[in-house]
């Protein structure tokens, strides 16, 4: 496990606490492998702004991988490595099917969040985020300015578990291409089939000439799989989805129990 050379970590429920907050005893361990010359990055579905003020507070130098892998970009330098917006033609597809739904779609472009209705759930997202909403007629006319990172939808487990098959057939039957996930239970996240954690930490990889396996990546959700299977060492925590756990090449801690911290120790500072 010494060959280790760049790690890539999810943020909500892996490497943040419930009370979105990083352990002291994580920060600590994430410097001793910094020290180490072992580049550390955040990989999330999080918007770059409320990446990046985790990434400043842990002195992260190296591009982030956010909006699901649809932007990497030095936090610091502000240097873009990949950009893979959703195409108009998707965007327009899934803004008319939320319409139909009456479901909150969040829309990002340009580092911030738009929306068309606003629920209680989306309101729960706001404040886990840390992004605020800027609310408008019509999603649609945003498209001038250009393509979004990619749309979320939030609603009750079930229903978006519905809504995640009808979707996909959808897209599928009018020939229109994009990745479909779940990042928490009640959201759905539409992207570009290439913005995914997994084709990001590829391109952040090969843009650092690091070998696959030398990459440490750590995930909970459906979201993380393809960074997971990217990576030479793909690390679950506890708390993770059964699915995930199952796919992971090693399992951890959780994250009220400092898992990133805890595999770290165990697999690369040993």
């Known amino acids: 496990m010494s060959n280790i050379k760049l790690v ?4 909500d429920d ?7 907050t990083i352990s002291r005893r994580t920060q600590a361990v994430l410097k001793r492998v910094r020290n180490m010359g072992i580049a550390v990055t955040l990989a999330t579905g999080r918007m770059f702004p409320s990446a990046r003020p ?3 507070m842990l002195g992260f130098d190296i591009p982030l991988i956010t909006y699901q892998g649809a932007l990497v970009k030095n936090a610091l ?7 893979r917006p959703l195409s108009p ?3 327009r597809r899934v803004i008319a099917f939320g319409r139909e739904k009456k479901v909150q779609v969040n829309f990002y472009l340009n580092d911030r969040l738009y929306v068309e209705r606003i629920t209680p ?3 729960h997202y706001a404040s886990l985020a840390g992004v605020p909403f800027d609310r408008v007629s019509d999603l649609e006319e945003l498209l001038v300015q250009g393509a979004p990172m990619k749309l979320l939808m939030i609603e009750k487990e079930p ?18 291409e994009a990745h479909l996930t779940k990042s928490k239970p009640l959201y759905l996240e539409v992207s570009h089939p290439d913005a995914t954690k997994g084709v990001a930490l590829r391109k952040l990889a090969g843009w650092m000439k690091v070998k696959r396996e030398d990459v440490m990546a750590f995930g909970d959700s459906f979201n993380d799989l393809e960074m997971l299977e990217f990576a030479g060492i793909g690390v679950a925590v506890a708390n993770a989805r059964p699915e995930v756990r199952r796919r992971a090449r090693y399992v951890t801690s959780s994250n009220n129990d400092d898992g990133v911290a805890e595999a770290l120790e165990k697999l690369v500072l040993s």
Not at 14 to 20: A, H, P, Y
Not at 77 to 83: A, Q
Not at 159 to 176: G, N, P
């Open 77 to 83: 330098s502000g240097e873009v490595v990949y950009h």
């Open 121 to 123: 759930q989306g309101e």
């Open 89 to 91: 033609e998707v965007a």
């Open 14 to 20: 892996t490497i943040l606490r419930d009370d979105l």
């Open 159 to 176: 229903v978006i578990d519905s809504y995640f098959t009808e979707l996909r057939e959808i897209l599928d039957a009018e020939r229109l």
């Open 8 to 11: 890539a970590i999810d943020l």
């Open 54 to 56: 985790y990434a400043e």
